[in-house]
């Protein structure tokens, strides 16, 4: 029974031990690069600094949102659109600053459009639109994430 209780007394130990390093290292109190976590604490440790970095999912809407809105203040040339689904999340997004439409209105001759297909964490396509001026040289006119391809998404 000793044995058992003895055992218990040393995972607590450890356990405490794991979860004040990982505060400090979450927290960015450490510099010890000889810190070792398993799979599963380092899986759980990436999620809980991406969320103190980045905020809750549920919110990158609403954060990207209140950024469009500042930006619309200081650069109100600029072409910003935005939707959001009746869950909260983002559903298209539109950018294109004023200077990049500048860029548009000189050099229109050449258009390139790409897109990336679901990579990343929202899994919209990402696409970017730019284009080529006289020195051969590219730019970017715009770019945005849409949900799907349908005419009423892109207008």
Do not use: C
Request: aromatic letters at 10%; hydrophobic letters at 35%.
């Amino acid at each position: 029974m000793e044995f058992i209780e003895n055992s218990e007394l040393q995972s607590k130990s450890k356990l405490k031990d794991i979860t004040q390093k990982a505060q400090a290292f979450i927290q960015g109190k450490t510099n010890d690069d000889k810190l070792v976590f398993q799979k599963q604490q380092s899986a759980y440790l990436v999620q809980k600094i991406k969320k103190k970095i980045w905020g809750l999912p549920q919110k990158d809407a609403q954060n990207l949102k209140q950024l469009m809105e500042e930006i619309q203040k200081e650069f109100p040339d600029g072409l910003i659109k935005m939707e959001i689904d009746e869950l909260g999340q983002l559903r298209n997004f539109i950018f294109s600053s004023h200077q990049m439409k500048k860029q548009y209105l000189k050099f229109n001759d050449i258009l390139l459009l790409d897109s990336t297909y679901r990579t990343n964490k929202y899994r919209l396509p990402l696409y970017v639109i730019a284009g080529v001026n006289e020195n051969s040289k590219t730019f970017i006119i715009g770019f945005g994430f849409v949900r799907s391809e349908e005419k009423k998404d892109v207008n």
